[in-house]
């Protein structure tokens, strides 16, 4: 007949007067202790794997890239369609921002962005969608397009007489109020004594910029330049556009 649990036990309390027996329970005790600390460290090293991952997620959107836009000739970022450039983040200087502001790049395929990366959406759709401000980059020419999340592709373009779904590369502006504003303008003027946010330009080198226009009772943001003279939006799957009531998005 088998070993008993009891027999075992008096087995083990017989042994107790005898100084060789206080050994054995000494390192069962060790091993477990040992056992324990490999099981914390395992634990703490997956913790650890976890979260690098999890920031490792968040570097396609930084927290605060560097101005896309220079607008210094031929300076504006190439199209990089399929992906974003990894640019180091800048701080922000505490006087004068850039021409065109700080950006978010983005492209067709990649996820949308955290709100505090993108910030609280300036405006929404006629369903009441979030909507957001933006350029699109094309192989020669940069467009300022309206940002949608729920539509696929998420940039809109007015462009060619349509509401042109931009495919590739596109950069989202964060609106700040208590750094931008929407100034009243006409006639492809900008607003006088006003610092204008730069959002983009055509083939030809002539500027474009934020603007924003009302089409059946909702707000949507498109293009304005001297050249247009006025502003041009995308809505309902066309391109519209205005000589008067429109506004340009200007630094305060």
């Known amino acids: 007949m088998g070993?008993?649990?009891?027999?075992?036990?008096?087995?083990?309390?017989?042994?107790?007067?005898?100084?060789?027996?206080?050994k054995k329970p000494k390192k069962d005790k060790k091993d477990k202790k040992d056992k324990k600390e490999k099981k914390d460290k395992d634990s703490k090293s997956k913790d650890k794997d976890k979260k690098h991952k999890s920031h490792g997620g968040d570097a396609d959107f930084p927290s605060h890239p560097p101005p896309a836009y220079s607008n210094s000739g031929a300076s504006f970022p190439d199209p990089h369609i399929g992906g974003t450039r990894q640019q180091e983040p800048q701080?922000?200087?505490?006087?004068?921002?850039?021409?065109?502001g700080y950006r978010v790049p983005l492209n067709t395929e990649s996820g949308?962005?955290?709100?505090?990366?993108?910030?609280?959406?300036?405006?929404?759709?006629?369903?009441?969608?979030?909507?957001?401000?933006?350029?699109a980059l094309f192989p020669k020419s940069v467009h300022p397009c309206k940002i949608i999340p729920?539509?696929?592709p998420a940039a809109r373009v007015p462009y060619g007489g349509t509401e042109h779904g931009h495919n590739g590369r596109y950069d989202l502006l964060p609106f700040v109020p208590q750094q931008m504003e929407w100034v009243p303008a006409s006639h492809g003027r900008l607003p006088q004594g006003r610092r204008a946010?730069?959002?983009g330009y055509e083939e030809s080198g002539q500027k474009l910029y934020h603007a924003l226009a009302v089409v059946?009772?909702?707000?949507?943001?498109?293009?304005?330049?001297?050249?247009?003279?006025?502003?041009?939006?995308?809505?309902?799957?066309?391109?519209?556009?205005f000589r008067e009531n429109y506004s340009v998005l200007c630094w305060r």
Do not use: M, W
């Open 112 to 135: 949308f962005p955290s709100q505090d990366q993108a910030g609280v959406p300036p405006l929404r759709d006629a369903d009441g969608s979030p909507v957001f401000i933006g350029s």
């Open 91 to 100: 701080a922000v200087s505490g006087s004068t921002p850039p021409t065109s």
């Open 3 to 22: 070993r008993s649990h009891r027999s075992d036990s008096s087995a083990s309390s017989g042994s107790s007067d005898d100084s060789k027996g206080y």
């Open 216 to 241: 059946s009772g909702v707000q949507v943001p498109g293009k304005a330049g001297e050249h247009l003279g006025g502003c041009n939006v995308a809505f309902g799957g066309g391109e519209h556009a």
């Open 197 to 199: 946010i730069e959002g």
């Open 150 to 152: 729920r539509l696929s």
